[in-house]
């Protein structure tokens, strides 16, 4: 889907939201500004580093706020990633994800000239060479440790123990530390329940950091966390660096999971806005979000618009959503109604542009530089 921007000519204008075209990804820039500094003041507090997750967003504009507000950098998924924030001046990037090959190792090795502070993961000797091979100057890794989800990162401490050595006998490697992400805990519902698995997880890192250290390795930084097991995360006392992402938007997924707990005390800052293009039917109107509008991993959209805060939304097509008549009131063609995304990293993706408003006046039109970037 190509989301068509608003007149940039309405910039300004009060009313303006009003008329922005839809389908389209909206960001009530007081609630995210408020969600921003509260996770900054937390991360503070906790004597934790905060590197948001711009996989989350892929927009410069929103990276750039982030790190204004006392972020240290930004994290990308993957390298197309770290390329789209690297041409938009972000200056501090750490590519979560492990690269295989020499392509990709050159073009990491690209950013690492481009980027003023560039990290990568590694989780094999192989990748340590071919990082190594394409080398035009040092290159900051960190080791990525798998906390039991089974999709990327060291299996154990004797594999860990092999990359770095691995990393060791590469003069243009240098080693910064480990990376750790558990997100299998990040919706697990209850905070006492979330806590238990990063304890969990949190006691097996320790273990391969102790197995580290005692082969020579110097462990300064430990990345990883999220939204959800911020507070856990922040207990353990493991971790020197956070990297959440969806605080600054949420969505269903973490709404349903984190409910009243800490973690969840954050605005619905990020809305998908949809118009109602046919009242016909006495039962329900059709609304023009439907299945390319929408992340459909997750939990269905829900109405944020108060009026229909009841009405029960279903997928009508690729196109198309229906949404119940909420009890007695009528719902004219026209209306508009905003949604909470059901999950925001792929919801965002659908999006060209995040338009950006303060009460009912759009303020800026911001381009998702890294929509797409998947190599």
Request: glycine content about 10%; hydrophobic content about 50%; overall charge negative.
């Amino acid at each position: 889907m190509t989301s068509r921007a608003a007149d940039p000519n309405l910039i300004g204008q009060p009313g303006s939201r009003a008329l922005i075209p839809t389908p389209a990804a909206v960001l009530d820039l007081d609630a995210f500004d408020r969600n921003v500094a509260k996770m900054a003041a937390r991360a503070k507090a906790a004597g934790l580093a905060l590197r948001p997750h711009s996989k989350s967003h892929k927009c410069s504009a929103v990276a750039h706020r982030q790190i204004e507000a006392g972020a240290v950098g930004i994290c990308c998924a993957k390298l197309a990633e770290a390329e789209a924030m690297a041409a938009a001046g972000v200056s501090a990037i750490l590519v979560t994800s492990p690269i295989a090959g020499a392509a990709q190792a050159a073009r990491a090795a690209a950013l690492a000239q481009q980027v003023a502070d560039f990290r990568i993961v590694i989780d094999h000797p192989d990748g340590a060479a071919e990082l190594a091979a394409a080398s035009q100057g040092p290159i900051q890794v960190l080791i990525d440790v798998d906390p039991g989800m089974g999709r990327s990162g060291v299996h154990d401490a004797a594999q860990a123990v092999a990359v770095f050595r691995a990393i060791a006998a590469q003069p243009n490697l240098t080693l910064l530390g480990v990376q750790c992400y558990g997100g299998h805990w990040q919706h697990i519902e209850g905070a006492n329940a979330r806590a238990a698995a990063v304890a969990d997880g949190m006691a097996y890192l320790s273990g391969v950091i102790a197995a580290l250290r005692e082969a020579g390795a110097k462990i300064g930084v430990v990345t990883g966390g999220g939204t959800g097991s911020f507070a856990a995360d922040a207990a353990q006392g493991v971790l020197t660096e956070v990297q959440p992402g969806s605080y600054a938007f949420m969505d269903r997924d973490y709404r349903d999971a984190l409910k009243a707990d800490p973690d969840g005390a954050f605005e619905q800052a990020l809305a998908i806005a949809a118009t109602v293009i046919s009242a016909n039917h006495p039962q329900w109107v059709t609304v023009d979000a439907g299945l390319k509008a929408f992340a459909t991993d997750g939990p269905l959209p829900v109405a944020l618009t108060p009026k229909f805060a009841e009405a029960a939304y279903r997928f009508f097509g690729d196109e198309h959503g229906r949404l119940m008549r909420p009890d007695g009131e009528a719902v004219a063609r026209g209306e508009r109604v905003d949604f909470v995304p059901p999950h925001i990293d792929p919801t965002l993706d659908r999006y060209d542009v995040i338009h950006f408003v303060r009460g009912d006046t759009l303020v800026e039109i911001a381009p998702v530089e890294a929509r797409g970037a998947s190599q």
